[in-house]
């Protein structure tokens, strides 16, 4: 299981995202797996994928998407095995570290 931090620049927001298939597009909810969670101490939210699908299209502090813009800084832990460190221009990653 994976446990994912998400920081968004435009708009200003982060939030937690556990157990996304990594194969599945960061920016597209829709594609990501059914047990995905949505964890949001800002917001006090817990979402399941299906869940966080209606709040990405409602509420403006999330707009993920492929239309997102500024920066966005996710970093991913792998259960047991390490960390990357990624960050995004718009939907476009501009530069990873990983370290296992």
Known sequence: MTAEYIATEKPD???NLI?????TPIFEPEKWNRNSLVVDAWAGSVY????FCIANARLPYYDISNNITGETQHIIKYAGS?????T??????DSEVSMF
């Not at 390490?82 to 990624?86: I, K, N």
């Not at 995004?88 to 990653?93: D, E, G």
């Open 48 to 51: 399941t994928k299906k869940g």
């Open 13 to 15: 927001h982060t939030f």
């Open 19 to 23: 157990n996304r298939d990594q194969r």
């Open 88 to 93: 995004y221009q718009k939907n476009k990653m």
């Open 82 to 86: 390490g960390v990357s460190y990624r």
